[in-house]
């Protein structure tokens, strides 16, 4: 009776080690995928920040400095990108990853920017949402008053306030549906007195408009993250976007295969990838372009390691000694 209690408890505590040693082997898979795990439950999605436009504003002649031109339009970008990466709840694409698409695909990141035309460069960008947005107040305005003096003292006293306002749409890339809005508003207040002494100026002033302008725009900023964030449940609920470029497999070693893109191309770890070979392209006679590349299915591998460049997938369909390197790999999701 106790070797049968023995035999038992220790067959529970087998089962038991498995279960806590080996999660990954007890997770679900997908019913139409067989073999493909479950890696990332709770998912980050991708998104990038475009240059807020500022054609909503009558008057910008005010602006110089730090703020002169676009510059004012890309620091409120840059405000938010940080904002948002901060919090946690996105994965938010580099300002130079964006601004070089940009320059490739020969599209504009100025003016207005539309929810058909936002989701066309977050495709090109392999995100899941862009956030668009305009400035509809960005001034400072003074207030100055005399303040008598004698014997050739004289004074002044300045008050300016700087205001901030903006408001952005988050669009999702698959289907150019407006996710979210938000507003923010921020205002910077500083008060300046001065003088002069038999004609020569003492001022005290100490803060540049420029100061009081990026103090407003962080307020700004802070309350339209916290707004954008509340749709980041949302957002993880849609199907993720797909690359929209293929990769080349640069290495195989035993069930490992290596491609030759990554995170900065829309891959994630999970993905699953069909890789194919090229058995025909056909080409234009008359300029030789190619208008079509036929491809033959080899096998199927899920990525397991994604870093911006490259990328790590296992074999879980096909014969991983049938892959060979310069093979397509595209998304199959």
């Known amino acids: 009776m106790m070797k049968r209690q023995s035999f038992a408890l220790s067959g529970l505590a087998i089962i038991l080690a498995g279960a806590i040693i080996s999660p990954v082997l007890m997770a679900p898979v997908l019913a139409d995928a067989p073999g493909v795990e479950t890696?990332?439950?709770?998912?980050k999605r991708r998104i990038a920040v475009l240059d807020f436009d500022f054609s909503s504003l009558s008057d910008t002649s005010f602006l110089s400095g730090v703020y002169a031109g676009n510059a004012a339009s890309k620091g409120v970008s840059n405000l938010l990108t940080n904002e948002l990466f901060k919090t946690g709840q996105f994965i938010v694409i580099e300002r130079s990853r964006i601004d070089a698409v940009l320059a490739e695909q020969n599209l504009g990141n100025s003016g207005r920017v539309e929810p058909t035309t936002a989701a066309q460069i977050g495709r090109i960008l392999g995100v899941d949402a862009v956030l668009i947005g305009s400035v509809t107040k960005f001034s400072v305005e003074g207030e100055s008053r005399s303040v008598g003096g004698f014997f050739g003292i004289g004074g002044n006293q300045t008050k300016k306030t700087a205001t901030v306002q903006i408001a952005a749409r988050l669009i999702s890339t698959a289907t150019a549906e407006i996710l979210a809005v938000g507003e923010g508003a921020g205002e910077s207040r500083k008060s300046d007195s001065g003088g002069?002494?038999?004609?020569?100026?003492?001022?005290?002033?100490?803060?540049?408009?420029?100061?009081l302008l990026g103090d407003a725009a962080g307020q700004a900023v802070t309350q339209l993250a916290s707004q954008i964030n509340s749709a980041a449940p949302k957002l993880s609920s849609l199907r993720p976007i797909a690359p929209t470029v293929d990769a080349l497999v640069a290495d195989i070693t035993g069930s490992q295969v290596v491609i030759n893109?990554?995170?900065?191309?829309g891959f994630r770890p999970g993905m699953v990838l069909s890789v194919e070979r090229v058995t025909k392209t056909v080409k234009d006679p008359s300029t030789g372009k190619v208008l079509r590349?036929?491809?033959q299915p080899i096998g199927r591998i899920q990525l397991v390691e994604v870093d911006p460049g490259s990328s790590v997938g296992k074999v879980i369909a096909g014969k991983s000694g049938s892959i060979r390197v310069g093979d397509r790999a595209k998304s199959a999701e």
């Not at 890696?39 to 998912?43: C, I, S």
């Not at 002069?196 to 100061?211: K, L, V, Y």
């Open 39 to 43: 890696l990332r439950p709770k998912e």
């Open 293 to 295: 590349v036929v491809s």
């Open 196 to 211: 002069s002494i038999f004609g020569i100026s003492t001022s005290s002033n100490s803060s540049s408009d420029e100061r």
């Open 261 to 265: 893109k990554g995170g900065r191309d």
